[in-house]
């Protein structure tokens, strides 16, 4: 066991390393850098500017885009770094990324731990509640269609769990909005932000009210669509368990059928659903949905993965990538000690052999 894990810690390092470099090297040739990026907006300021100087001198004599000098471009390039060999500024991120040092942000004025730390009030939010009422409905209700297989709530039920699944998030939400967020029907929820502008001023019973009505649309939104698997898993993980020999023996042994389902089924069948709950908390943490997040203006990690993207900031992006997947390494080392825990049985020693 311990020789495993010792093996699994030591995987994580060249794991790692492999996704920050194959994501370096592909920012490396990608067009449009943020060298490129700033000039592109300078050049767009200059022929605003010239537009409307010549609009107010009286004709249409345009003067705007006059260029940008090479001694800007040099300037721009060491600003960003980009004066530097491709593989300095690498071994400059690794030494950096060692130290948990994410840099700063080419244009947000502010350091990549800062912006993930204003950010994750929003995907915590999401997060927690989507990961716990995912678990709270899904299992309970897989296990009710296990013990009623092929009876006519089962039937329904799977219909309504499928049909939310093949309805997308944002499509959910645009509903929702619709419905109940003053579109053509009831105006009963906000669409912005998490709390209201005078949240500081209520009660502590009224923040909490106020926190609930503001997230109840995006977590809506957000959970439907991952109900049908966990409960189709633990449906199916239930009838496997409930067709073993051992029930058959509880059984004869006199035991009550809730007896055999709580005591002895239900451990057995929550293995895969345990064995993958540090995985889920931590998906529902850091992917939450950008098109939920821009429906409901809120302004969380998915926003910001995507704007640095878009404007190539790159400390911004290879710092999130780095922390994200040393923490999704992190996690499934956790579900593997978690396996073991749920059942002594396993023993990873015997895949040595």
């Not at 296990?143 to 006519?152: E, F, N, Q, T």
């Not at 109940?180 to 005078?198: A, K, Q, V, Y």
């Not at 709580?262 to 908390?281: Q, S, Y």
């Amino acid at each position: 066991m311990w020789y495993y894990l010792f093996k699994r810690v030591l995987a994580i390092v060249p794991t790692l390393l492999g996704v920050l470099t194959l994501t370096f090297a592909v920012t490396q040739f990608v067009p449009g850098g943020p060298v490129e990026h700033v000039l592109n907006q300078l050049d767009q300021e200059n022929a605003r500017s010239g537009a409307e100087g010549g609009a107010s001198s009286g004709g249409w004599n345009y003067s705007g885009r006059k260029g940008i000098d090479a001694q800007q471009i040099e300037q721009l390039s060491g600003l960003y770094g980009f004066n530097k060999p491709p593989l300095e500024r690498y071994w400059l991120m690794l030494n950096n990324f060692l130290r948990f040092n994410l840099g700063e942000s080419y244009f947000r004025n502010d350091s990549v731990w800062s912006l993930i730390k204003q950010k994750l009030t929003v995907s915590v939010s999401l997060g927690v509640w989507t990961f716990f009422l995912t678990y709270l409905v899904s299992v309970p209700l897989g296990v009710a269609k296990a013990i009623r297989a092929g009876s006519r709530f089962d039937f329904i039920s799977s219909l309504l769990v499928l049909g939310g699944y093949a309805v997308p998030g944002f499509v959910l939400g645009v509903l929702l909005i619709v419905l109940f967020g003053g579109g053509s029907f009831w105006d009963i929820f906000p669409l912005r932000g998490l709390t209201s502008e005078n949240w500081s001023e209520l009660s502590w019973y009224g923040k909490i009210t106020d926190y609930l009505w503001h997230i109840t649309l995006p977590v809506t939104a957000s959970v439907v669509s991952t109900f049908a698997l966990k409960t189709l898993l633990t449906k199916n993980t239930f009838l496997d368990e409930l067709s073993r020999q051992y029930v058959l023996t509880a059984r004869a042994k006199g035991l009550s059928e809730r007896q055999v389902l709580w005591k002895h089924v239900f451990r057995n069948a929550l293995l895969p659903l345990v064995t993958g709950f540090p995985g889920t908390f931590i998906t529902a943490f850091f992917t939450g949905s950008l098109l939920i997040e821009t429906l409901f203006s809120l302004d969380g990690l998915g926003l910001l993965s995507f704007e640095s993207i878009n404007s190539r900031d790159y400390p911004v992006v290879l710092g999130t990538l780095y922390l994200f997947t040393l923490l999704g390494l992190i996690t499934k080392l956790i579900g593997d000690i978690a396996y073991v825990m749920v059942d002594p049985r396993i023993k990873f020693d015997a895949q040595e052999l």
